[in-house]
């Protein structure tokens, strides 16, 4: 049975399903014909967005909720076949800021979530949204799984802990489990209202609203960049693989950027927009990694992933779905 037909009919919880990329997820397992469930708490400034499932309303539930409430996921967990577990908190910079808040939406409500699972349906399938930050500044690129998990702010410790309370669960009490470790994910649906969950969102808006981009130092870092259709592409090989359970993968893109390169290429795809380069705020600079870009050759072979949109085409398609939306993302 491919991926695809694996869906047909499958009952699929989705936390965080508001979100960026939980909503572009629940497009595509609604057209797969899933029964999907919608599980977010629409915390202001995290990313959930009600237009970001326009054209589903009667076509899947919602259940606005926060997944750090036990009674209630206990409740919602009961009959899902496949969970994909994407809420989170995302701001490294809110992380610092704020780390209790962190921790208990990055932490506690993992745990949640899986005592729920093991209590009240010990049969379903788990897959986690991790991070590429938990790795910390890479020692050599491109990273792979291998690599030392250090991270370099309190996101990222947390993360990390949250993966490892999947990988927990998987091994000890049965609940199948695994983690994807994202890059940098682009595209339809993303948060544009500030600039605290990723540069490449935030980019994206002031080209199109033909304002300056400012880059930090010279604008040499390299990233590598995943179109978020991709992404939920790895979801549902994920979601539909056995072969991944208590395993972690990369999940990366295959074009490698200086962000110098990355900005003149948004502008000239925008057709509007400009940057210049400024120096690096102090709280950014004390916690970023360098250059970073990761090997996902490990899950492309446990799962024949492929990430076949490129760069320049990703970003036409995300100013093209933004440009006659804004008024809904900003």
């Known amino acids: 049975m491919s991926h695809t037909d694996f869906y047909r009919g499958r009952r699929v919880m989705i936390t965080g399903g508001l979100g960026f990329i939980g909503s572009n997820l629940a497009h595509r397992l609604v057209a797969l014909g899933a029964d999907v469930i919608i599980i977010d708490s629409l915390i202001p400034d995290y990313g959930g967005n009600l237009h970001n499932i326009a054209g589903l309303?009667?076509?899947?539930?919602?259940?606005?909720?926060?997944?750090?409430?036990?009674?209630?996921?206990?409740?919602?967990?009961?009959?899902?076949?496949?969970?994909?577990?994407?809420?989170?908190q995302v701001s490294h910079i809110d992380s610092m800021r704020d780390p209790h808040t962190d921790l208990e939406i990055n932490c506690r409500s993992q745990l949640t979530l899986l005592e729920a699972c093991r209590h009240h349906n010990p049969d379903a399938k788990v897959v986690y949204a991790s991070t590429r930050q938990i790795y910390g500044k890479p020692d050599v690129l491109p990273v792979t799984e291998r690599h030392l998990v250090r991270p370099t702010d309190v996101n990222g410790i947390n993360k990390a802990a949250g993966e490892y309370y999947h990988?927990?669960?998987?091994?000890?009490?049965?609940?199948?489990?695994?983690?994807?470790?994202?890059?940098?994910?682009?595209?339809?649906?993303?948060?544009?209202?500030?600039n605290r969950q990723g540069f490449i969102g935030w980019f994206i808006r002031l080209a199109i609203e033909d304002q300056e981009i400012q880059v930090f130092g010279d604008g040499s870092q390299v990233r590598d960049f995943v179109y978020v259709e991709d992404a939920a592409e790895a979801f549902l090989l994920a979601g539909a693989t056995d072969a991944?359970?208590?395993?972690?993968?990369?999940?990366?893109?295959?074009?490698?950027?200086?962000?110098?390169?990355?900005?003149?290429?948004?502008?000239?795809?925008?057709?509007?927009?400009?940057?210049?380069?400024?120096?690096?705020?102090?709280?950014?600079?004390?916690?970023?990694?360098?250059?970073?870009?990761?090997?996902?050759?490990?899950?492309?072979?446990?799962?024949?992933?492929?990430?076949?949109v490129h760069l320049a085409e990703g970003l036409r398609r995300t100013i093209d779905y933004y440009r006659p939306r804004m008024a809904q993302y900003v």
């Open 167 to 194: 990988l927990v669960y998987n091994n000890v009490f049965g609940v199948r489990a695994c983690s994807l470790r994202l890059t940098n994910v682009y595209g339809p649906r993303q948060l544009l209202k500030h």
């Open 57 to 88: 309303e009667n076509r899947l539930r919602v259940n606005i909720a926060d997944i750090r409430q036990a009674n209630t996921m206990n409740y919602l967990v009961q009959g899902r076949d496949v969970i994909f577990n994407l809420a989170g």
């Open 244 to 308: 991944v359970n208590g395993e972690v993968f990369n999940v990366g893109g295959d074009e490698h950027l200086a962000h110098r390169d990355l900005v003149e290429l948004l502008v000239r795809t925008a057709g509007s927009g400009r940057f210049r380069f400024v120096d690096w705020p102090p709280e950014k600079k004390a916690i970023d990694i360098g250059s970073f870009y990761a090997d996902s050759t490990s899950f492309r072979r446990c799962t024949g992933w492929s990430s076949p």
